[in-house]
């Protein structure tokens, strides 16, 4: 008997989790659980996190959580607790299978069998913001090589598990060179690993609208977070719905299983919402334990349902469905139909599945790194860029001078355009003098003539090269 945590969550969460929980005693999952209150009420008393420390440990002991849908309150500086979990708990991968069910939920895309495989960690989701200046925020982009290796290799071997043919990985890396061009590049270094399996890159919005125009030429698709996060509720939607979507976040001692939906508060306490897709969390949740034959079974059972017409209302059509069913109900007749099977949907058969043991990370020998410059930014009030050159000049050291002024990415100096809009947030570059070599002492010098020189300085970014190869972007427009 295995042992789990679960928490019923705010919202509709309660009473999916209740359907889904009764499901699965009738079909005679080995599991018990721990039960945990996360969400609004924690949030409420004053916790901004929306979890206490007592909960934190019971999912660290049974390493396994299955959690209905939570709601943050708004403002108040309230964090994501999805976002938190996945994160303190190494959860790397997020797995969403996405599958149509034509002809019984109604799809233009009847054929379509997706999984999408987002990385989970990282990306903008580090949740790193600041407010630069009057009129300029920002967020940064972290992609790491660990995090890259680590969820393209899972794509890879999920693809090699369930015998699925193709991987397709989605970047942007026309623009972002320097993070979704290393994602690309882990990318096509663990594809010469696994031959037999066929790969493509697609830049991200291209991609996306294939997936959303002609899905069924896709099989598994691995891409980073925020890519990740709306294409597979596209792909879940299109697919049928957004309600019947079950995700797993898996990583190297826990995992999380949940639906992808939210709490839908505007549903909460009135019996129609549709538990799918938590159950299909559960369902992926007994693959992960080894209870392959109980997750066949309630599989098999749910898609009996569906194919028989019992269908809540959100997947409900005239013509197409026979009876008009709350929760409870449905999950009635799931169990009502444990021990049979689909006769026009395609019947699930109990595989091996189980965790997939991937190879711990291993760092790389380090690069030779050559400091080459550094990125100013700077809060100026002005518009012309040629005005700020001459006050940034000022700052030159005998080590480093000023080689380009750039607003938003774009170059303003030199040689800009006087059409160029620009806001009061600006990077001035210092590159080396031709021959010098500097250092970072070099760079507080720069900074000192700012200050001396009543220049706003926010922020800096040294510029490296590794291996011989300059790190960093240039501006638009060089």
């Known amino acids: 008997m295995k042992k789990i945590t679960i928490s019923r969550g705010d919202g509709i969460g309660p009473e999916i989790m209740d359907a889904t929980l009764a499901i699965l005693a ?10 945990i209150e996360i969400g609004e009420k924690v949030y409420l008393s004053g916790n901004t996190s929306g979890i206490d420390p007592q909960a934190w440990q019971i999912i660290r002991e049974n390493k396994i959580f299955l959690k209905a849908p939570v709601t943050t309150p708004q403002g108040g500086g309230y964090k994501s607790l999805n976002v938190s979990t ?18 019984f939920i109604a799809t ?6 997706i999984v999408i495989i987002r990385e989970n960690e990282e990306d903008l989701y580090a949740g790193i913001e600041h407010q630069q200046t009057d009129e300029v925020v920002q967020c940064l982009k972290l992609i790491s090589r660990p995090g890259c290796e680590k969820i393209v290799r899972y794509a890879f071997e999920y693809a090699k598990l369930h015998n699925r043919k193709k991987v397709t990985c989605f970047t942007k890396d026309n623009i972002m060179k320097q993070t979704d061009g290393l994602f690309r590049k ?8 696994y031959p037999d399996i066929k790969t493509e890159h697609w830049i991200v919005d291209i991609g996306a609208a294939k997936i959303a125009d002609t899905p069924e030429q896709f099989d598994v698709v691995v891409m980073p977070n925020l890519y990740g996060d709306v294409i597979s509720d596209i792909a879940a939607q299109i697919s049928g719905s957004v309600g019947l979507a079950g995700s797993a976040n898996i990583g190297e001692e826990c995992a999380m299983f949940e639906a992808i939906h939210g709490s839908a508060p505007d549903l909460a306490g009135k019996n129609l919402a549709n538990p799918s897709g938590l159950l299909h969390a559960a369902i992926m949740m007994l693959n992960h ?3 392959n034959e109980v997750a066949a079974k309630i599989h098999n059972a749910w898609l009996k349902t569906i194919e028989d017409g019992i269908h809540t209302f959100d997947i409900y059509q005239s013509g197409v469905s026979k009876e008009n069913v709350g929760t409870k109900e449905f999950a009635l007749a799931v169990i009502q139909r444990l021990g049979r099977t689909p ?4 019947t699930v058969v109990a595989g091996k599945q189980k965790p997939l043991q991937l190879p711990r990370y291993q760092r790389k020998s380090q690069s030779q790194k050559e400091l080459v410059g550094v990125d100013v930014f700077v809060h100026w009030n002005g518009y012309k860029a040629d005005e700020l050159a001459e006050k940034m000049k000022k700052t030159e050291t005998n080590d480093m001078q000023l080689s380009m002024i750039t607003n938003r990415g774009i170059k303003v100096w030199p040689d800009g355009f006087p059409e160029t809009f620009c806001t009061d947030h600006w990077r001035c570059r210092f590159k080396a003098v031709p021959g010098q070599k500097i250092e970072k002492h070099a760079i507080m010098k720069v900074l000192q003539n700012a200050l ?5 300085t926010i922020k800096t970014e040294n510029l490296y090269v590794f291996d011989g190869k300059p790190a960093f972007s240039l501006g638009q427009g060089q």
Do not use: Q, T, W
């Open 26 to 35: 009738a079909a005679g999952a080995k599991i018990n659980y721990d039960e």
């Open 86 to 103: 996945r994160k303190f708990l190494g959860l790397y991968a997020n797995v969403r299978p996405c599958r149509s069910y034509a002809p």
């Open 108 to 113: 233009k895309h009847p054929v379509m069998d």
């Open 186 to 193: 882990v990318f096509e270094e663990i594809a010469l690993e």
């Open 289 to 291: 334990l080894g209870e």
């Open 343 to 346: 006769i026009l949907l395609e």
């Open 452 to 456: 001396d020189n009543n220049i706003d």
